[in-house]
């Protein structure tokens, strides 16, 4: 299966690509970080709360708690 900017995914790829503990996938772009969970995506922006949309790094704790590296805001 396949997917493409209709079900979501961002225009552009990144970096950073996580399997989380429950499953599900992480990615970041340098637009976002999406999130998907088997059927489609969902996508975090600034206007989502994520302090700056380009996402180089995610780490998942073994308590389950994700480290975000940006390029900046926090």
């Known amino acids: ?3 493409s900017i209709r079900e979501g995914v961002p225009e552009c790829g990144g970096p950073s690509i996580v399997k989380g503990m429950q499953g599900f996938m992480l990615f970041g772009t340098v637009q976002c970080i999406s ?3 088997g059927l ?3 996508n975090y922006r600034t206007k ?3 302090s700056f949309s380009a996402v180089y790094g995610i ?3 073994p308590n389950g708690v ?3 590296a940006t390029n ?3």
């Open 1 to 3: 299966m396949s997917h």
């Open 35 to 37: 999130r998907f969970e």
């Open 40 to 42: 489609g995506f969902t």
């Open 48 to 50: 989502e709360g994520l």
């Open 59 to 61: 780490i998942e704790t």
């Open 66 to 68: 994700y480290w975000i």
């Open 72 to 74: 900046g805001g926090g």
